[in-house]
Structures are given as C-alpha cells and as structure tokens.
C-alpha cells in the first residue's frame, strides 16, 4: 500500500542503508551500541537453568530423528535487495516472505510469494513504503486468505525516533494487496517501541508483542491482544521484568508440550552480562503468564548474542535461530555477526535442554528469522550481503 497513512514520515536516521549490515533494523534506537556492565547482579531465576555456554550438549530429541541443516540458499527475491527477512505459511500451502527493500531514501515493505513450498519466490505485493523508520515487518494468516503484517513505523526529528508506532495492515486476497487497519501500539519519545511478532491464541484472538523500553537499562516484552482481527487492541501487558535492569527484546514464540501439556516457549535476547546473550520464558496457559526463566545461549565474553527468532516442528522439537559476533576478532555489534542456530527437544517439566550451535551463515549476515513450512521443514530466513536469503532446517 503505499503512502503513509497520512501520518508524517520524516527523513532517515541518514545511515547506509543500501545493503542493510544489521544498521538499527532489528534493535532498538542505539540498543545493538550499549556494551558497558549493567548495575545490580542478574535476576534469579525461577527454574533451574538449563546447561550454559560451554557446558551445552548435543541435540537429545528422538535418537533417530536430528536436525539437519541443509547447506543452498534460497533467495526471497529474485531482483529485491533488502534486510529483515521473515516468512509465513498460508492455509491454501504458499509461503508469503516480508522484508525492507531499499529505493533511494525510501523503505519498502516488500512481500514475495513462493507456490513450491519455499524453493523459489516471486514479487507479489507491497505493504507500505515512507522516507522515514519504516522496519520490522512481520506476517500471520488469520483467516483463510487474509494475512496481517505488523511493523514499526516511527516519525523521524533530526535526532531520532520523535513518536513511536506499531502499525498493522491487513490483506484479504493472500497478501497481494494490503490496507492500513490500526496502530497496536503507539507512544511519544524518548522511549520506543520495537520489533513486533504476532500470534493466534487458542480462542482465535491475535496476540502482539513487541519490546518497549522503560529505560535506558529496561526494556521489557510487551503483548496487545485483539478479538476483532487486529482492528482494535487490549491495553498493553508487560510479560516479564519490568523491574530488572535488563534490555529484553526482539522476543519470538513456538507452541510445543511437556508431557502431554501445550506450551509456548518465547524466546529473547537481554543484557545479564554487559553484552547480549539470549533467554527463554514457558507460559502453559496460551501466553497470559510466563516463568521458568532461563539462560538459553551466552557467547564467550565481551561477545553478543542476539536477534532470536524460534520455530517448533510437529513433534514439538524446537529450533532457535540468532546472530552472533562470537567467531570475529573484533566486537562492532551489530555490524560483525553471522548466523547460527540451536536445537532442543519439547520441555521437560519447565526444563530445556539445548544443543551446542550450528553455523547457518557464516558470512557478515543479520536479522534471522524462522518459520515452518511443514511438520519436518523449517525455513531459517537472515540478509546476507544485503539480500534476503533463506536455508532450509528439517528433522530427520
């Protein structure tokens, strides 16, 4: 759709944007920059945590059943450069890719069409375009044929973000066309709003969360929830910590079991150790509250991991998908990462189990995303020298 739904969209923040490279698409106003110790010790956890950087171990799922990382990439366009790749598979078996391509000065919420389950994909529609902080598109199939894509849209002042939104538009011919339908959320400066992810609760309702910084050492992991189809939104709910000084965001959810009983697993990036590294929350009632928090991935020191995204196979297996600048010689966050992935089985009375990490890309590569595109294929998504790209992750 384009436009900006009448609402100003100023100039950049004037960064190279032309091939992406991690610059400000995922991460917060400055959040991927903050490198210095946080005050206070880190949180006490509620479960025992799982086994922690080094002490990870292999994949403990089905003996006969591992996941497999397949080594061609798949490309979201054909002819499209741009960064934040995310997919979403439809009802009628197409695979719809989201990403922000670059024209000039002007970002576009591009959207591209795979019909042979995620191999190949071509140009299908166009959620908006603005001169200004347009980012972080992602996709959910409600109903047959009609798809939602939420994403930050952010007025621009010659310092920065000047008012914050998460905005959601709507298509009901499978992503081809698309309209604007309402703000999730939206707030004045200086804190923002970051990074959306959406949902579809066990009563039908729309959950979605997105990050909000309370303060320069907070943010927190907000959820709105809609019973309309994303027309209208619930008062905001922080999900967990608000009180910790600890930058949680860029937050994803996989719905899986433990021992017969349905379970989400949210998995984040925070701030426990200076840098970033990444945690899990369980909820076992549909996402209303969460606990058993835990350290699921911490790279060596002074090193970031960060960017998570997750994604569950049919048995409940899950997979997690993240960039880390733990293999360079030199720490710029965001600007030196590549791509890796970790796995566990279902939980296990609030405990995971996660493997050691597997190299997805090991190019300069950013803003991962995954999604199934059935019950034994993930599809991992991430830019790679400014395209968008994906690898195929199946359960043998």
Known sequence: MPG?????????FGLDEGQGQGQGHGHGQGQGERQGPRPGQPPQYESYPPPQYPQQQPFQGHPQRCPRVHEEDRYLSQNRRG???????????????????????????????????GWTFEDWGEISRGEGDVDNVFLLEIAAGTVLAAFRNHDLGPNGPTHFRITVCRSTDGGRTWQFLSQAAEKDGPHGIWEPFMRLGRQGEVQL???????????????????????TWSPPQCLHGECDALRDGMNGIAPTWDHGRAALVMIFETTS?????????ISY????????????YVPPQRHNAGAPQIASFADGSLAVI????????EVSWTKNASIKAIFAPPPQNGQIFWSHPQVICPHSSHWPGIAPVDGHTLLATFECDGQPRAKAITLQ
């Not at 997919?87 to 024209?103: C, K, N, P, W, Y």
């Not at 009632?285 to 699921?296: C, L």
């Open 4 to 12: 900006n739904f009448g609402q100003k969209i100023m100039k950049t």
């Open 83 to 117: 960064t934040y790749p995310r997919i979403a598979r439809l009802g009628d078996g197409s695979v719809l890719a989201s990403f922000t391509h670059f024209q000039g000065d002007t970002r576009i919420l591009t959207v591209t069409r795979s019909t042979d389950g």
């Open 209 to 231: 969360t997105y990050s909000l910084e309370f303060a320069q050492d907070n943010q927190c992991t907000m959820m709105v929830r809609s019973l309309d189809g994303g027309a």
């Open 273 to 281: 150790f200076g840098t970033f590294n990444l945690e899990a929350l």
């Open 285 to 296: 009632d549909d996402g209303q509250t969460w606990g058993y928090r835990h350290r699921v």
């Open 322 to 329: 993240f960039m880390t600048d733990e293999d360079h010689p």
